[in-house]
């Protein structure tokens, strides 16, 4: 809950935050972080889950409006995309791995942070 409150804060805060010098167009903190997710999300994972996240068959999952994602909060989603899940992994269905960090080991974990960003504006 107390995590929920402090998105909720944050949330607001990004809304209402920012001079963008009158110009209005200015993108806010939470747009350029899902713009930068989607930029790498297209270079690292839409091989497996495609370009448009609807997944692929026998390889990565459709990601829109994901039970499993939403299921994680940030932090944990974020462990996931570290590492991944094996193709022996419990929770495997095809028997196909998604590689740690989605085989791309460059990405940084603020990187990642913005994928997770990317994939929650798919959950509508
Ligand atoms: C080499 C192919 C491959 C790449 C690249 C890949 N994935 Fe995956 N992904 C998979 C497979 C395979 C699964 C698991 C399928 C299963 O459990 O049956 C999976 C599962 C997932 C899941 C869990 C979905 C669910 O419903 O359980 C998420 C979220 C996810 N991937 C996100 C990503 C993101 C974000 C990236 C890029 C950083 C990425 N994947 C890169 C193949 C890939």
Do not use: W
């Not at 609807?54 to 990601?63: H, I, P």
């Not at 193709?87 to 740690?100: D, F």
Request: with cysteine.
């Amino acid at each position: 809950m107390k995590r929920l409150i402090l998105g909720l804060i944050a949330l607001f805060a990004a809304g209402c935050g920012g001079d963008d010098g009158g110009s209005g167009k200015a993108a806010s903190p939470a747009a350029e972080r899902i713009a930068t997710g989607k930029k790498l999300y297209q270079s690292t994972c839409a091989v497996c889950h495609g370009l448009d996240a609807r997944g692929l068959a026998m390889l990565g999952k459709d990601l829109h409006a994901n039970e499993f994602v939403r299921g994680l909060s940030d932090d944990e989603l974020l462990a996931f995309l570290i590492e991944g899940r094996s193709a022996a992994h419990p929770l495997n269905e095809r028997g196909v791995s998604m590689p740690p960090r989605g085989g791309n080991p460059s990405l940084r974990d603020d990187e990642l942070r913005s994928i997770g960003d990317y994939l929650r504006s798919l959950d509508k």
